[in-house]
Structure formats: structure tokens, C-alpha cells
T-cell receptor, first 116, second 114 residues
Framework: DAGVTQSPTHLIKTRGQQVTLRCSPISGHKSVSWYQQVLGQGPQFIFQYYEKEERGRGNFPDRFSARQFPNYSSELNVNALLLGDSALYLC???????????????FGPGTRLTVL | QKEVEQNSGPLSVPEGAIASLNCTYSDRGSQSFFWYRQYSGKSPELIMFIYSNGDKEDGRFTAQLNKASQYVSLLIRDSQPSDSATYLCAVKWIVNTGFQKLVFGTGTRLLVSP
């Protein structure tokens, strides 16, 4: 079975530009979460979507937005890019069955964003 | 604020030795704990999860959980150079039905020398 896929793999943008990152979850998974990982740090939670609705948001500015489509794929948008937005952006998918603690998140390969 | 603490390392062990990676967490109500391995430039890969106090073994890996001490660890037996990576500890925070997120530590870098 195919795992989580993300595109593009790498992206170079300049300050002030906008970027869209894409994610396709594992087949059958209905929840997608986005994380940002800067060099030397653990991933930081940005958004969770489940059944096409935003279920949670991390401590990120409004320049970050996302959505989930009927096929459960997702896009993360970042506007007015700053140098500090340079990071590895990770998408994770899970089944998310209620509040089951056994639900596990599986990560895609990530998109490396560089802002110049 | 949910926090997860790890020693950043590097932790250096010789090939064949046992590597012990440790993690503490701040939220006493946490129920689910995960270990991910991340090679340089790659995304995190799930190694193990543990929910109950005690030990859980999977091949060369053993996860240990002590909820009273708010402590989770990962033991890697017969360490191999290919185990050299950053190991991320993550704690699941269930905010409500439909909203769960992982809170990660900064990771421990493991170096296994031949």
C-alpha cells in the first residue's frame, strides 16, 4: 500500500511570496495533520483536519492556512513568507477513531521549503 | 503547556552495545507515547508506540513506560551503525473527539560506531 505522499519535495521561494504544499494520506485514513520542523528541533503541530473540517490549530500566525478535500487529500498554504518559515513541512495521516489513544500518525517524506 | 524533554546528545555507543534513550513529559494525564526515528534530511519513521506501564518489545527495540515518574525510554539492543539517527519522543495530546496532536521532544542524536 502506498504511504503518505507529499509534493513538491523541495521548494525555494523569496520573502513575501506565497506557497502551497500538498499531501495525500494513506488510503482509508481520514485525518491529516501538518507539522513544521525547523533544523535541530522536533516537529511542531500546525493543523489537524478530519472529515474535511479543521479540528485543531497550533500556535502559528494567520498566514498559515489549510484545507482538506473530499478525497481526504490536503493543502497547506503559507502567505507572505518570512525567512523563519524555512523548514521541513511534514504531513501525517491517521485513521482517527474517536479519542482512541491507539490511533497512530504516519508521516510523509516532507517538503523542504527554503525562503531566501 | 505540554512539554516533552529529551537530551539532544549525541549519544555515542559502540556497535553491538545497548543504546538507552530517555524522555520525560509534563502532562500527567498523557496516555499514548511514540518513538520515531529520523535520518538526516528524512521524515520521521514510527518505531514503536506504548500505552501501558511496563515494557514493550519489538525485535531489537524495547520501549519502557513509567507513568508515575512521567518517563518513557527506548532501548536498542545490539546497536548497528545503521541505527545512527535522531530519535524523537512524542506524546499524544487528545484535546477532544476528533482533535489529537503529537507533542515532540527535540530528539536525541544517536551515533553507533563500528
Amino acid at each position: 500500500d502506498a504511504g503518505v505522499t507529499q509534493s513538491p519535495t523541495h521548494l525555494i521561494k523569496t520573502r513575501g511570496q506565497q506557497v502551497t504544499l500538498r499531501c495525500s494520506p494513506i488510503s482509508g485514513h481520514k485525518s491529516v495533520s501538518w507539522y513544521q520542523q525547523v533544523l535541530g528541533q522536533g516537529p511542531q503541530f500546525i493543523f489537524q483536519y478530519y472529515e474535511k473540517e479543521e479540528r485543531g490549530r497550533g500556535n502559528f500566525p494567520d498566514r498559515f492556512s489549510a484545507r482538506q478535500f473530499p478525497n481526504y487529500s490536503s493543502e497547506l498554504n503559507v502567505n507572505a513568507l518570512l525567512l523563519g518559515d524555512s523548514a521541513l513541512y511534514l504531513c501525517a495521516s491517521s485513521l482517527l477513531r474517536g479519542t482512541a489513544g491507539t490511533d497512530t500518525q504516519y508521516f510523509g517524506p516532507g517538503t523542504r521549503l527554503t525562503v531566501l | 503547556q505540554k512539554e516533552v524533554e529529551q537530551n539532544s546528545g549525541p549519544l555515542s555507543v559502540p556497535e553491538g552495545a545497548i543504546a538507552s534513550l530517555n524522555c520525560t513529559y509534563s502532562d500527567r494525564g498523557s496516555q499514548s507515547f511514540f518513538w520515531y526515528r529520523q535520518y538526516s534530511g528524512k521524515s520521521p519513521e514510527l518505531i514503536m508506540f506504548i500505552y501501558s506501564n511496563g515494557d514493550k518489545e519489538d525485535g531489537r527495540f524495547t520501549a519502557q513506560l513509567n507513568k508515575a515518574s512521567q518517563y518513557v525510554s527506548l532501548l536498542i539492543r545490539d546497536s548497528q551503525p545503521s541505527d545512527s539517527a535522531t530519535y524523537l519522543c512524542a506524546v499524544k495530546w487528545i484535546v477532544n473527539t476528533g482533535f489529537q496532536k503529537l507533542v515532540f521532544g527535540t530528539g536525541t542524536r544517536l551515533l553507533v560506531s563500528p
